[in-house]
């Protein structure tokens, strides 16, 4: 079974990971799949909050690499449990990227956070998890 593991950079995206390692039968998952998109249209295109923290001398900002340094740790959680773990960065839509992912792969599931940011963190759930929910093409596992 191959499984998308998406993260946003947050800190709840890498509890989701570990939710799901915590309770997934190891023997039944052949690949997984570390997603993070980067959204180029929103205010804040990419938020790390797992990857290092950055320096005063740190003045580049690239959203890319922050996607792909919370990507890496998130696959690191999946290093010693068996399974193929591949990382992707995608630009686009994070509910549309993460479906694509799921369908190009013939994803049996996917793992993500209910949501991260703001209001939708304590009360509802993230509008990325609730669209993909509804449209993805396998099952949906939603971690709070």
Do not use: K
């Not at 990857?51 to 740790?73: N, Q």
């Amino acid at each position: 079974m191959h499984v998308i593991v998406a993260t946003d950079g947050s800190r709840a995206s890498l509890d989701g990971a570990r939710q799901f390692i915590g309770f997934a039968d190891a023997d039944a998952v052949t690949e997984v799949t570390v997603v993070a998109v980067v959204s180029p249209y929103a205010a804040a295109p990419f938020a790390n909050e797992i990857g290092p923290t950055r320096t005063p001398l740190m003045t580049s900002l690239s959203f890319a690499d922050d996607a792909r340094v919370a990507a890496e740790t998130v696959a690191a959680e999946f290093s010693a449990w068996g399974p193929r773990v591949h990382t992707q960065v995608r630009s686009g839509s994070p509910a549309q990227e993460i479906i694509r992912a799921a369908e190009e792969t013939d994803a049996a599931l996917i793992v993500l956070a209910a949501g991260s940011r703001g209001l939708s963190r304590t009360i509802l759930l993230g509008s990325t998890a609730s669209r993909v929910q509804h449209s993805a093409p396998c099952a949906v596992l939603v971690c709070r």
